[in-house]
């Protein structure tokens, strides 16, 4: 048996006559790389939505390591550890790559919001900050101010304060979007190095990361499970095919 650490069950997201998300079943493996893919449109960034509760389903269910969860808040799936990061790069610009990632570890400290404490109580995340700035290969430019950083590695920043969230389930909403070739290659081996001992659910649309890092892929059309299996599997379904290079003439 296959150890599924997040389910969906006929999960479905209707807009006024528009079904974007409908009955979709999504069996996610602890361990695991496994990729939303599809032509634009497709229902992908929905599904995330839907998944991290910025969006309510129409019906259907939600289960992450067994346990309900469709009626939480995003919050309280957050604090479950489901992390999720957006297309756009979401870091800090103003505050330093060490302060960044600091901000995502002050949750431990419990004074999340006791802004009037001197900086300097922040101090003892420093050591477990710069870990984590070793860890997405970013400890050399933990002084420098985010908004100095090229955009590749601000991508691995926010991999760093995801990761600093501690959690069990790291959703990737197309992590290499906009990027040039170098940058791609560093971002996608950060992925999977990152991944040793996570599970990591991703939106992406480059078919040479995917085929690269991932386990296990499902393929969305119109909002519904075109195909799922291994990149080797997807890549030679018919269905797939025509989804992404159109009918044959």
């Not at 599904?47 to 992450?64: A, R, V, W, Y």
């Not at 070793?134 to 985010?146: M, S």
């Not at 999977?192 to 939106?203: A, Q």
């Amino acid at each position: 048996m296959a150890d599924v650490i997040l389910e969906t069950r006929k999960l479905t997201k209707a807009f006024k006559g528009f079904t974007a998300v409908g009955g979709v079943d999504l069996n996610i493996e602890r361990g695991h790389i496994h990729a939303l893919i599809g032509p634009n449109g497709a229902g992908k960034t929905t599904c995330f939505n839907l998944l991290t509760k910025f969006l309510t389903p129409t019906s259907g269910q939600i289960l992450f390591n067994g346990r309900d969860i469709t009626a939480a808040a995003p919050a309280q799936i957050a604090r479950m550890g489901i992390i999720r990061s957006f297309q756009i790069s979401a870091v800090f610009p103003h505050l330093t790559v060490l302060q960044n990632v600091r901000i995502g570890l002050q949750r431990t400290l419990g004074t999340s919001f006791h802004f009037w404490r001197s900086e300097r109580s922040l101090d003892v995340l420093n050591g477990r900050a710069m870990q984590l700035l070793e860890e997405v290969d970013l400890a050399g430019f933990a002084d420098q101010v985010t908004a100095s950083l090229p955009y590749g590695r601000k991508r691995a920043l926010e991999i760093a304060a995801t990761l600093a969230m501690e959690p069990e389930l790291m959703l990737l909403d197309e992590p290499t979007q906009g990027m040039g070739h170098e940058d791609v290659h560093r971002v996608t081996a950060l992925i999977k190095k990152v991944s040793s001992g996570r599970t990591i659910l991703m939106v992406e649309h480059n078919m040479s990361v995917v085929s690269g890092i991932c386990d296990r892929i499902s393929v969305l059309q119109r909002g519904a499970v075109l195909a799922e299996g291994s990149y080797a599997e997807v890549s030679k379904d018919p269905q797939v095919m025509e989804a992404y290079m159109g009918a044959p003439q």
